[in-house]
């Protein structure tokens, strides 16, 4: 069964750090690319309306959000990835979703970040 399990988020004050972590198992194929993305406070799970936040190939290329640059790193090791984000701000708050791309997308249940003092 495919499964695409969050870990890592919680609560800091700006200026803190936090890293988040994604496996994903059961996914049939390859995986081509993992990614975070952000829905923002008052938005609806359902709504889907999320950011890309960070995303890796499965070839190791990597690509961050304009708001993100210079703050965060992402990594991978086979279907584990892991988001290192320092020098958080309020705005980084919201809940983190990891997005796997295979045959299909399979996505995370989501794991909070709030940032605030």
């Known amino acids: 069964q495919e499964q695409v399990a969050e870990s890592g988020g919680g609560s800091v004050h700006p200026g803190g750090s936090l890293t988040l972590s994604c496996t994903a198992s059961?996914?049939?194929?390859?995986?081509?690319?993992m990614g975070w993305f952000r829905q923002r406070p008052g938005e609806e799970r359902e709504s889907l309306k999320r950011?890309?936040?960070?995303?890796?190939?499965?070839?190791?290329i990597t690509y961050y959000g304009d708001s993100v640059k210079d703050r965060v790193t992402i990594s991978r090791d086979k279907n584990t990835m892991h988001l290192q984000m320092n020098n958080l701000t309020p705005a980084d708050t919201g809940v983190y979703f990891c997005?796997?791309?295979?045959?299909?997308?399979?996505w995370g249940q989501g794991t909070q970040v709030t940032v605030s003092s």
């Open positions: 059961g996914i049939p194929g390859n995986v081509y690319a």
């Open positions: 997005k796997v791309v295979a045959r299909s997308d399979y």
């Open positions: 950011d890309l936040v960070a995303s890796i190939t499965s070839g190791g």
